[in-house]
Antibody
Framework: EVQLVESGGGLVKPGGSLRLSCAAS????????MNWVRQAPGKGLEWVSSISSRSNYIYYADSVEGRFTISRDNAKNSMYLQMNSLRAEDTGIYYCARLHRGTYWSAYWGQGTLVTISS | DIQMTQSPSSVSASVGDRVTITCRAS??????IAWYQQKPGKAPNLLVY???TLESGVPSRFSGSGSGTAFTLTIGSLQPEDSATYYCQQANSFPLTFGGGTKVEIK
């Protein structure tokens, strides 16, 4: 069974940093590209970043480019999102998702981790 | 960036009704669209991808169609468990973009 478990969320002041983790199990992690998708309270879904299976292709939303860094460790079956220079508008639930192989559909999702940026 | 405009933003229908949700892309996305269902407090769930391919385990009352810039998700016979918010997403090019969502309520 595919399982994705996010962690690392919390309350941080504007300008601060957080590192989110996504622990994967139930599939061969190194074979799949992954996404981070977020959702502000009461709002819709927003794609944040994608990373290919071998980390050779990485993409970011304009809203996080230069502040967030996606990475993965295939030996540890884990993906990460380093978030710096955090802003109030970064508040929301952050989901990691496994993509369908060769596509950018988010086929499996974690339960999400809440990030709150507030002074 | 490709904008995805979803309509309606909400719909209220009775059990057994046919419900259609539309998503329009700001440019041709070559059938690279997916639909997700999200229930309150839960992560989204992939329903349909590549316009019309049903994800494994998704009931056959869900179907997708369209081409170019206009796409639809249809619930053939609405069930109580279909009460949720539905989102479209294009995967034709980066940045990946979602529609604003359609909330489906049961009368």
């Amino acid at each position: 069974e595919v399982q994705l478990v996010e962690s690392g969320g919390g309350l941080v002041k504007p300008g601060g940093s957080l590192r989110l983790s996504c622990a994967a199990s139930g599939f061969t992690f190194s074979n799949y590209s992954m996404n981070w998708v977020r959702q502000a309270p009461g709002k819709g879904l927003e794609w944040v970043s994608s990373i290919s299976s071998r980390s050779n292709y990485i993409y970011y939303a304009d809203s996080v480019e230069g502040r967030f860094t996606i990475s993965r460790d295939n030996a540890k079956n884990s993906m990460y999102l380093q978030m710096n220079s955090l802003r109030a508008e970064d508040t929301g639930i952050y989901y990691c998702a496994r993509l369908h192989r060769g596509t950018y559909w988010s086929a499996y999702w974690g339960q999400g981790t809440l990030v709150t940026i507030s002074s | 960036d490709i904008q995805m405009t979803q309509s309606p933003s909400s719909v209220s229908a009775s059990v057994g009704d046919r419900v259609t949700i539309t998503c329009r892309a700001s440019q041709d996305i070559n059938r690279w669209i997916a639909w997700y269902q999200q229930k309150p407090g839960k992560a989204p769930n992939l329903l349909v991808y590549a316009t019309s391919t049903l994800e494994s385990g998704v009931p056959s009352r869900f179907s997708g169609s369209g081409s170019g810039t206009a796409f639809t998700l249809t619930i053939g016979s609405l069930q109580p468990e279909d009460s949720a918010t539905y989102y479209c997403q294009q995967a034709n090019s980066f940045p990946l973009t979602f529609g604003g969502g359609t909330k489906v309520e049961i009368k």
